[in-house]
């Protein structure tokens, strides 16, 4: 027997979601190639981006945070602060079969209020788009 539906409360509100892979880059590979291609500085972090040229239509993505940004700590939470922000945005703002890095930067990305963080973001993905 099949459950029945619940009823959509945000009928007609809000678009549908989008249905996007994220892929977490693990080689250094990975990073390199990304860092060869283009770059965008925001206040809060530095975007690395590139278009792969292949069939995956999943985005891949990166984080790094140097030890200038601080203690192992203070990298953790300004990665887990990328993390959360790239989850967020880059269905949204970025494009299937493209690799993103994230840079933290030192005592900014995890004192930013997480807004503006997402904005930073946001701009630094339309400004590497528009470059393109």
Known sequence: MIPPEAPDENA?????????CLK??????????????????TASMVVQARERGD???CINVGF???????????RNQA????REAARLVLP??????????????AE???QRPFQELQNDLIYALKKLHTQT
């Open 12 to 20: 007609g509100n809000e678009p549908p979601a989008v249905s996007v």
């Open 24 to 41: 977490v880059m693990r080689t250094r590979s990975q990073f390199l190639a990304t860092a060869r291609a283009g770059r965008q500085g």
């Open 55 to 57: 069939d995956d239509p």
């Open 64 to 74: 790094t945070c140097s030890k200038k940004v601080g203690n192992a700590v203070a």
């Open 79 to 82: 990665k887990r602060r990328l």
């Open 92 to 105: 949204r703002f970025g494009q299937a079969g493209w690799d993103y890095v994230l840079i933290g930067r």
């Open 108 to 110: 900014v990305t995890a």
